[in-house]
């Protein structure tokens, strides 16, 4: 059965200390890999899409990267406001028919809280 | 920017009830689809939605519950008699186009759905 799997599930880091989420699927022929923030009580908000391995994104203190096995999310010296649950999501290959039509399936989210 | 927008934010309703929760995808966007995550678990999907039709469905996604696009701008995700166990954020998202890639999706806030 295709998985998707986050560790740590919390994360407490102190202002300026630098870490990584890490996101490991067991999925067949990944269309897609998302990375998300979700703050309390509010709706996923889109930070990333991987599409093949090797591939790596930046933006402000996030880099994303992806490998065939598992995706990474590298946060650099964060500060209080980054704190919020991280998401991964991965499309998967068109069905039998070969249509596709971008159903994500989601890991269970790291928590992280960041301290001044 | 545009955004995904639901309503109402939050419905109480009876077991038994009828709830519609309502969405407005972003206006050139082709591919809708409802999600839902129970409280302290992970986000699930439950239908995608093309050319007026569902295109994909998940197993929670019964007879119970349906879908409309009853004109060019609402989406909405009907439940006709509402159990204990539907009590859940329900979240909508919208995706630009099918390419030969992953598009990522965008989610609106939510609607917290609780049955009593």
């Known amino acids: 059965e295709d998985q998707v799997t986050q560790s740590p599930e919390a994360l407490r880091l102190q202002e300026g200390e630098s870490s990584s989420l890490n996101c490991s699927y067991t999925v067949s022929g990944l269309r897609g890999l998302f990375w998300y923030r979700q703050d309390p009580g509010k709706g996923p908000e889109f930070l990333f899409t991987?599409?093949?391995a090797g591939e790596e994104k930046e933006k402000e203190r996030l880099k994303a990267t992806l490998t065939k096995k598992e995706s990474f999310l590298h946060i650099t010296a964060p500060k209080p406001e980054d704190s919020a649950t991280y998401l991964c999501a991965v499309q998967l290959p068109p069905n039998a028919g070969g249509t596709s039509y971008g159903k994500l399936t989601f890991g269970q989210g790291t928590i992280l809280t960041v301290h001044p | 920017e545009p955004e995904v927008t639901q309503t109402p934010s939050h419905q109480v309703t009876q077991m038994g009830q009828e709830v519609i929760l309502r969405c407005v995808p972003i206006?050139?966007?082709?591919?809708f689809y409802w999600y839902r995550q129970i409280l302290g678990q992970k986000v699930e999907f439950l239908v995608s939605f093309y050319n007026n039709e569902i295109s994909e469905k998940s197993e929670i996604f019964d007879d119970q519950f349906s879908v409309e696009r009853p004109d060019g701008s609402n989406f909405t995700l009907k439940i006709r008699s509402t159990k204990l166990e539907d009590s859940a954020m329900y979240f909508c998202?919208?995706?630009?186009?099918?390419?030969?890639?992953?598009?990522?999706?965008?989610f609106g806030p939510g609607t917290r759905l609780t049955v009593l």
């Open positions: 998202a919208s995706r630009a186009r099918l390419a030969s890639g992953a598009n990522e999706q965008f």
């Open positions: 991987l599409y093949s």
């Open positions: 206006s050139n966007h082709l591919y």
